[in-house]
């Protein structure tokens, strides 16, 4: 079998969520025993993120204009590529590259399926631009495919919206490799940032508005007397918040108690979920949190919102889900951190949860049986 994987990034420092969902669906599809190609642009693409594909053919073609991820058009590259797939998986949705693909795909009469990752609704900047892609080819693109996945079942309403069947709709989540998280160097990381010996709460993510870190951070103000020993870890791309949680911080007068390291990757990255407290994931929408399941296998309880795709957290006791608001997340803060033992149980009830469900090992199978099922 021969899957061609599309997505317009595969740097996870850049591209999120669905980057790494791209890069680690590949590596497993290739451990697995199939014939793996990703189709994607050159942004962030580095030695780095091709060694860790293993096994994997990568194709790339050259963005022209990075706002809108518009790729240099290449109807022999694609169409060559295309054809020597069996099925093609689009991954995300607001994409020119996915437009470009999708057309050549109906020419040649191939199987597709889709993963839009949580982007299906008409969210964040761009509204309009989003709503005329949409009429002109977006929709199309759900409605024909031959394949859907969701991951997570919030996003099966997504699908809804567009007319597809919720019968049709395959639920396959996100994987973790417990192999990128062995590493537990948590004195040298809190060394390094000057985090002392106090507990800190982690933020993982790109410093973006729908990943609210600004919510995180006014909760944490709200609440500051009542966690007086605590420390706040913002690890991430700055996306444009930088500066303004940077000034939350100082005219709440606890900028010695707030900590930004920048994008984590590899050892740090697994060192930092290690020697973390609790990981907080604020966000206003999303699919299914990835962050999770790092926190997870590395046996760190969480605070989430009920956007981040992931509710059973809290019928698993492996942390708490509140309102994606200031409020919900101050009381979040108070109600978990209050019984330092109740909140290792929660690290270890989500370790255990997230090694039963979604290890990559298993989960891949999930998507080669969908494979099969379609060329069947």
Not at 27 to 35: C, E, I, N, T, W
Not at 122 to 144: A, F, H, T
Not at 309 to 329: K, T
Request: charged share 20%; hydrophobic share 40%.
């Amino acid at each position: 079998m021969r899957v061609l994987n599309v997505n317009i990034m595969i740097n996870s420092r850049q591209g999120g969520g669905a980057a790494e969902r791209t890069v680690q669906t590949s590596r497993f599809l290739a451990k697995s025993g199939v014939d793996c190609t990703i189709l994607t642009m050159d942004l962030g693409l580095t030695q780095e993120c091709l060694k860790v594909l293993n096994g994997v053919k990568v194709t790339t073609l050259t963005c022209l204009f990075k706002r809108f991820y518009l790729p240099k058009f290449s109807y022999s590259k694609i169409k060559n590529i295309v054809a020597e797939s069996d099925v093609i998986h689009l991954m995300g949705h607001w994409a020119f590259l996915n437009a470009m693909v999708y057309l050549i795909v109906r020419l040649l009469n191939k199987p597709y399926v889709v993963c839009p990752a949580g982007m299906l609704p008409v969210y964040g900047r761009s509204k309009m631009i989003k709503k005329l892609y949409n009429s002109l080819i977006g929709n199309s693109i759900i409605r024909n495919a031959n394949g859907y996945i969701a991951i997570s079942l919030n996003e099966i309403d997504q699908f809804l919206e567009y007319g597809i069947e919720k019968e049709k709709v395959s639920i396959i989540p996100n994987g973790i490799d417990p192999e990128d998280y062995k590493i537990k160097n948590s004195i040298n990381f809190k060394k390094k940032y000057g985090l002392g010996d106090d507990p800190f709460l982690l933020f993982m993510g790109r410093l973006n508005p729908i990943k609210g870190p600004d919510l995180l951070l006014n909760a944490f103000c709200n609440v500051k007397g009542k966690l007086n020993n605590y420390n706040l870890v913002f690890a991430g791309p700055d996306e444009g918040m930088l500066p303004v949680l940077k000034k939350i911080a100082i005219n709440s007068g606890i900028e010695d108690r707030i900590y930004f390291t920048g994008y984590l990757e590899g050892e740090e990255k697994s060192s930092a979920y290690h020697a973390a407290n609790l990981l907080a994931i604020p966000s206003r929408q999303e699919a299914m949190s990835i962050v999770v399941l790092e926190a997870g296998i590395t046996k760190t309880p969480v605070l989430i919102t009920d956007q981040c795709g992931f509710d059973e957290v809290a019928d698993i006791n492996g942390g708490r889900v509140v309102s994606a608001s200031v409020d919900g997340l101050q009381n979040g803060l108070i109600e978990i951190l209050k019984d330092s033992d109740e909140l290792s149980l929660m690290g270890a009830n989500l370790q255990k949860y997230t090694r039963r469900h979604f290890i990559w090992d298993a989960v891949i199978n999930k998507y080669i049986k969908l494979y099969q099922n379609i060329l069947e």
